[in-house]
T-cell receptor
Framework: GQQVMQIPQYQHVQEGEDFTTYCNSS?????IQWYKQRPGGHPVFLIQ?????EVKKQKRLTFQFGEAKKNSSLHITATQTTDVGTYFC?????????????FGEGTQLTVNP | NAGVTQTPKFRILKIGQSMTLQCTQD?????MYWYRQDPGMGLKLIYY???????DKGEVPNGYNVSRSTTEDFPLRLELAAPSQTSVYFC?????????????FGPGTRLTVT
């Protein structure tokens, strides 16, 4: 079955440093979604990428979808303590309607003030 | 809108007991999902539903059952609870269209089986 892998599993940064997490799927994805989960909270949708090579920005966050639609990345510029949490990527296999997602294991980000 | 609500927030079960985790959404979403999240891990899909009366298995369905009699409600039933079912359970919903596949999550139910 489809596997979605994320690296790194953990990342500790000093406030102000940049952060990047990478997501790789074993199958081609029709779209990729990113979610953020604060400690003790529930996943919250951040963004969806659909097109090959797509790049989207949300303030200090930059999301990319690979040309082959099998990988993605999330880059945070100048991290802040409010960025603390676990970032998950998720995607449905291209042959499906998008009704179900496979989630990566997540990258847990801690930010030292 | 309240979004996706789940009850209870916490529960401790003894081995062999049964319980139902409740999930309700008021966004008129057609798709609903149940996930479990073990400590430090990602989300594993248990069951999902594409509409009232239709359910299907996810990655880890063993030990669970679901029903979807209305658009709003999607309860998850645990029969004969086992320690391996200790986890946080999240319900989610979405309205699939060509533009977005965003899932909205409830606050979760933290279940301990001892």
């Amino acid at each position: 079955g489809q596997q979605v892998m994320q690296i790194p599993q953990y990342q500790h940064v000093q406030e102000g440093e940049d952060f990047t997490t990478y997501c790789n799927s074993s199958t081609t994805l029709s779209n990729i979604q990113w979610y953020k989960q604060r400690p003790g909270g529930h996943p919250v949708f951040l963004i969806q990428l659909v097109k090959s090579g797509e790049v989207k920005k949300q303030k200090r966050l930059t999301f990319q979808f690979g040309e082959a639609k099998k990988n993605s990345s999330l880059h945070i510029t100048a991290t802040q303590t409010t960025d603390v949490g676990t970032y998950f990527c998720a995607g449905p296999p291209q042959e499906t309607s998008g009704s179900r997602l496979t989630f990566g294991e997540g990258t847990q980000l801690t930010v030292n003030p | 809108n309240a979004g996706v609500t789940q009850t209870p927030k916490f529960r401790i079960l003894k081995i062999g007991q049964s319980m139902t985790l409740q999930c309700t959404q008021d966004m008129n979403h057609n798709y609903m999902y149940w996930y479990r999240q073990d400590p430090g891990m990602g989300l594993k899909l248990i069951y999902y539903s594409v509409g009232a009366g239709i359910t299907d298995k996810g990655e880890v369905p063993n030990g669970y059952n679901v029903s979807r009699s209305t658009t709003e409600d999607f309860p998850l039933r645990l029969e004969l609870a086992a320690p391996s079912q200790t986890s946080v359970y999240f319900c989610a919903s979405s309205y699939l269209n060509a533009a977005s596949y965003e899932q909205y999550f409830g606050p979760g139910t933290r279940l301990t089986v001892t």
